[in-house]
């Protein structure tokens, strides 16, 4: 059975930081086959967006326009794990963060190319 568990979310204020950890366990994937694996958010009465992917060969990553030079996606293959520093966060990131898997669709950042989704954790950003 394939989880997901994202970890690190919380309240801080506006210009802090946060970094969030997502635990993968539970899917064999073939190491030949470049897989996205990314972070979305979604705040109350919004939809789903993408904030930032890495691919899991040759790590090529992609971010929405709004978090470029904030935050980065990276990931820890002996961990199994997925993470996103966030730098300089406003109150605009506030959402629940959610972590997603094994996608071999492009764009990385479209949510409906993935089927593995973390249960999410909140972040508030308070001004």
């Known amino acids: 059975q394939v989880q997901l568990v994202e970890s690190g979310g919380g309240s801080v204020q506006d210009g802090g930081s946060l970094r969030l950890s997502c635990e993968v366990s539970?899917?064999?994937?073939?190491?030949?086959?470049?897989?996205?694996m990314a972070w979305f958010r979604q705040a109350p009465g919004k939809e789903r967006e993408g904030v930032a992917a890495i691919r899991t060969l040759g790590g090529a990553t992609d971010y929405r326009d709004s978090v470029k030079g904030r935050f980065t996606i990276s990931r820890d293959t002996a961990k199994n794990a997925l993470y996103l520093q966030m730098n300089s966060l406003k109150p605009e990131d506030t959402a629940m963060y959610y972590c997603?898997?094994?996608?071999?669709?492009?764009?990385?950042?479209?949510?409906?190319?993935?089927?593995?989704w973390g249960q999410g954790t909140q972040v508030t950003v308070s001004s």
């Open positions: 539970g899917y064999t994937y073939n190491s030949y086959n470049s897989y996205c």
């Open positions: 997603a898997a094994f996608s071999l669709s492009l764009p990385c950042l479209l949510s409906s190319q993935y089927n593995y």
